[in-house]
């Protein structure tokens, strides 16, 4: 499937590594802030932070179809547990042109917002 490396970049906490998977001019939809993030190095910015946020990351389904793949995780963050939807799009080369995150329950969503301030701001990027 498409979405492989993506996952294993995923659980292996290692998005350095994987940026080779995004297209120069990725767009990552954030479940936090209504702006999306545009370009390859934002997003590894972002997701360097997220791999330092969610605790016990674990991928527990897989939909893919065509150029389009969900990949459904459980997690915590900060003290609260979250579900949430990894949403990629890929391009006609393979690489993903667009990543949209969705996280509930709002708590959950909460604590994530929260502690990607205080991890973005460390990094300068927020």
Same mark, same amino acid.
């Not at 498409?2 to 996952?7: I, P, T, V």
């Not at 995004?22 to 190095?41: A, I, L, M, Q, W």
């Not at 667009?98 to 990094?123: F, I, Y």
């Given at each position: 499937m498409k979405?492989?490396?993506?996952?294993?970049?995923?659980?292996a906490l290692?998005?350095?590594a994987g940026a080779?998977?995004?297209t120069e001019d990725?767009?990552?939809?954030?479940?936090?802030v209504f702006k999306p993030y545009e370009g390859r190095d934002? =997003? @590894? *910015?972002?997701?360097?932070?997220?791999?330092?946020?969610?605790?016990d990351f674990r991928y527990v389904g897989q939909v893919e179809e065509d150029d389009t793949a969900v990949l459904m995780f459980?997690?915590?963050?900060?003290?609260r547990d979250v579900q949430g939807v990894d949403i990629l799009?890929?391009?006609?080369?393979g690489l993903i042109s667009e =990543? @949209? *995150?969705?996280?509930r329950p709002m708590s959950g969503m909460l604590a994530l917002a929260d502690e990607m301030k205080k991890m973005l701001e460390a990094a300068g990027a927020a």
């Amino acid at each position: 499937m498409k979405s492989d490396a993506f996952k294993r970049a995923a659980e292996a906490l290692d998005f350095a590594a994987g940026a080779e998977l995004f297209t120069e001019d990725v767009v990552f939809n954030s479940p936090v802030v209504f702006k999306p993030y545009e370009g390859r190095d934002s =997003l @590894t *910015v972002v997701l360097g932070a997220v791999v330092q946020v969610f605790k016990d990351f674990r991928y527990v389904g897989q939909v893919e179809e065509d150029d389009t793949a969900v990949l459904m995780f459980e997690a915590r963050a900060g003290e609260r547990d979250v579900q949430g939807v990894d949403i990629l799009k890929f391009s006609d080369d393979g690489l993903i042109s667009e =990543l @949209t *995150v969705m996280v509930r329950p709002m708590s959950g969503m909460l604590a994530l917002a929260d502690e990607m301030k205080k991890m973005l701001e460390a990094a300068g990027a927020a």
